[in-house]
């Protein structure tokens, strides 16, 4: 079973930056049929995609994130990274690492998190 | 960016069917997926490509999609089944191509 676990600070002080791997255990990072991706969810919130990384190293970010995104891969480690920079309180979340599936039907392609990472909340405070 | 709307509630009795709705513009050109999420917990997908089941998910976990509307159905439901459900799309066309909805909050009366 595909385990995804994250670490890093639970404590981040506000214009600094907010820095997360997640570790893929029982199964390749490397392996080009996934993508990997952050979400987070505000206290009390929905959803939201942050980024999205490929085994390649290929990246997309959220339009409203990209300014202070970056995610990285680390297939020597099978590992991918989140950082954001600048900080607020409006960053604090609980975050979440999670693996892309991919669904092809013709010239319809999507993906899906089946797999995620437990959640813990990063909290931007001074 | 695409929007996917979804209704804040719902409730149901024990035993009765759940649908939660999602609502986007022509819905239908896109698979639609859902996550489930209990209180404290990570989101499970639970209804992947409109209809399908990851394994492990019941078969009272079933979807549609059709118009603007998607629609996750949950049959004979259970105190279990009471949590915040997701649906999602990916939209390959956009500069924000993986969109959640807004989430329902499923009530177990």
């Known amino acids: 079973q595909l385990q995804l676990q994250k670490s890093g600070p639970g404590l981040v002080k506000p214009s600094e930056t907010l820095s997360l791997t997640c570790t893929v255990s029982?199964?390749?990072?490397?392996?080009?049929?996934?993508?990997w991706g952050w979400i987070r969810q505000p206290p009390g919130k929905g959803l939201e995609w942050i980024g999205t990384v490929s085994y390649s190293g290929t990246t997309y970010y959220n339009p409203s994130l990209k300014s202070r995104v970056t995610i990285s891969i680390d297939t020597s480690k099978n590992q991918f990274s989140l950082k954001l920079s600048s900080v607020t309180a409006a960053d604090t979340a609980v975050y979440y690492c999670?693996?892309?599936?991919?669904?092809?039907?013709?010239?319809?392609?999507?993906?899906?998190?089946?797999?995620w990472g437990q959640g813990t909340l990063v909290t931007v405070s001074s | 960016s695409y929007v996917l709307t979804q209704p804040p509630s719902v409730s149901v009795a024990p035993g009765q069917t759940a649908w939660i709705a999602c609502g986007g513009d022509n819905i239908e050109s896109f698979s639609v997926h859902w996550y489930q999420q209990r209180p404290g917990q990570a989101p499970v997908l639970v209804v992947y490509?409109?209809?399908d089941r990851p394994s492990g998910i019941p078969e009272r976990f079933s979807g549609s999609n059709s118009g603007n509307t998607a629609t996750l159905i949950i049959s004979r439901v259970e105190a279990a089944d009471e949590a915040d459900y997701y649906c999602?799309?990916?939209?390959?066309?956009?500069?924000?191509?993986?969109?959640f909805g807004g989430g329902t909050k499923l009530t177990v009366l």
């Open positions: 490509d409109d209809r």
């Open positions: 029982s199964g390749s990072i490397s392996n080009s049929d996934y993508f």
């Open positions: 999670a693996r892309q599936d991919i669904t092809i039907f013709g010239v319809i392609i999507t993906y899906y998190f089946d797999y």
């Open positions: 999602q799309i990916y939209d390959n066309n956009n500069d924000h191509p993986w969109v």
